[in-house]
């Protein structure tokens, strides 16, 4: 297996064991800046000012939390795939090869996220409803029915009030005809 086919098979297991909803730019965008601010810290890396506040311009921008899921993501995946690390730490041309190989592996890693939602479409209806044990959707959503299906959403009634914005919710409920 290359190098680029083990970062694309990492890739498959990312929505389900790193984090599903993970933005592979964005993370390994952030990570390395937030490595190059500890490594400041701790006096090993030595940098020039423009440097540190470009930086910092761009990580103040993160909250800490977000800052500390993307460094998790960012960890596990490089460890899973080492290359990787050797892509962000290249020159220019490893620098397109990562770009290259993160949007390839993006692709990969929304076809995973449909697969798995796809599963849910048979039995959204009993997870949607308020009360399944007492009642379901009324209408009933089937899976195989095409009319059905023209009621998802905010087509339905029931969908229509989970999926109205919680600032519009009072507006709709008062007439939701509208």
Known sequence: MSLQEQCLHVARW?????????????????????????????????????????????????SKDDE?????????????????????NGNKKKRRELEALLTEMQTIIGQVRSEDTSHLKPVIGQYAAYDPDDKDLDPPIHAN????????????????????????LGEYLKDPIV
Not at 145 to 168: F, Y
Request: hydrophobic share 40%.
């Open 14 to 62: 990312i929505p389900q064991g790193v984090d599903m909803f993970c933005k592979l730019t964005d993370v390994f965008r952030v990570a390395p800046l937030v490595e190059q601010r500890e490594a400041a810290k701790r006096a090993d890396h030595i940098e020039d000012e423009q440097v540190k506040n470009d930086r910092e311009a761009i990580l103040k921008n993160i």
């Open 68 to 88: 500390a899921r993307m460094m998790r993501t960012y960890k596990k995946i490089t460890t899973a795939a080492p290359y990787l690390l050797t892509l962000v």
């Open 145 to 168: 029915n095409q009319w059905s299906h023209a009621k998802m959403g905010i087509n339905h009634p029931q969908l229509t009030r989970m999926l109205c914005p919680v600032k519009h």
